[in-house]
């Protein structure tokens, strides 16, 4: 079982809709969580990041943890086509440790 | 903001030559550095983690003598691809810390091509 579990996708929506993307996780230590954009052939771009469970609003973006459950999500408001890219989630324990990746979900906002 | 830069964006090199990609952080002082690379529509690898000052900490299967990584400021690492081989063919991102602070900022990546 992978520590970072995430749906590849790819995730099909129309243009104004809201989309909710999800990460489980398992391993209890994380504390901080991070949601990152990216465009093919591109590096990724951070987009929303969270310590400890709770929300975090940030324009069309809300990330939520919830720690008890080890489940994170982030949605995304009013949905528009350049934001069609891959999603990623990112974990850490702290301290400067490596990040911890799920495999990404495509996501198509069509007109 | 916290900018990383790479050099180049992409390059292609013939087998057996050695290839150097830079990442600079721009506007901020990267105590660490970290080195992925990412096969089409996969999630990234970290390759190491480098501290500036230190040796590079690689991670398993990860060839030190391939991937050769130098820290050698708080603003800069490179990492070398020595010899490569076509399997070495791939896109290779570079991301930063800030002291004290967890998130990682990526470079736009370089892409490498080895014919």
């Known amino acids: 079982q992978k520590e970072v579990e995430q749906d590849p996708g790819p995730l099909s929506v129309p243009e104004g809709a809201i989309v909710s993307l999800n990460c489980t996780y398992s391993?209890?230590?994380?504390?901080?969580f991070m949601w990152y954009r990216q465009y093919s052939r591109k590096g990724p771009e951070l987009l929303m990041y969270?310590?400890?469970?709770g929300n975090k609003e940030d324009g069309r973006f809300t990330a939520q943890v919830d720690k008890s459950s080890k489940y994170i999500s982030l949605f995304i408001r009013d949905s528009q086509p350049s934001d069609s890219a891959t999603y990623l989630c990112?974990?850490?324990?702290?301290?400067?440790?490596?990040?911890?990746f799920g495999t990404g979900t495509q996501l198509k906002v069509e007109l | 903001g916290a900018v990383v830069s790479q050099h180049p964006s992409r390059v292609i090199c013939k087998s057996g030559t050695s290839v150097k990609i830079e990442c600079r952080s721009l506007?901020?002082?990267?105590?660490?550095m970290f080195w992925y690379r990412q096969f089409p529509k996969q999630s990234l690898m970290l390759m190491a983690t480098?501290?500036?000052?230190?040796?590079?900490?690689?991670e398993q299967g990860v060839e030190k003598d391939k991937f050769l990584i130098n820290h050698a400021s708080l603003t800069l690492s490179t990492l070398t691809v020595t010899s490569a081989h076509p399997e070495d063919s791939s896109f290779y991102i570079c991301?930063?810390?800030?002291?004290?602070?967890?998130?990682?900022?990526f470079g736009p990546g370089t892409r490498l091509l080895v014919l």
């Open positions: 991301s930063a810390t800030r002291t004290s602070q967890e998130t990682q900022y």
């Open positions: 391993n209890s230590a994380f504390q901080y």
């Open positions: 969270t310590y400890s469970s």
């Open positions: 990112a974990m850490s324990t702290g301290g400067g440790n490596k990040l911890t």
């Open positions: 506007d901020f002082q990267a105590t660490t």
């Open positions: 480098s501290n500036e000052g230190s040796k590079a900490t690689y």
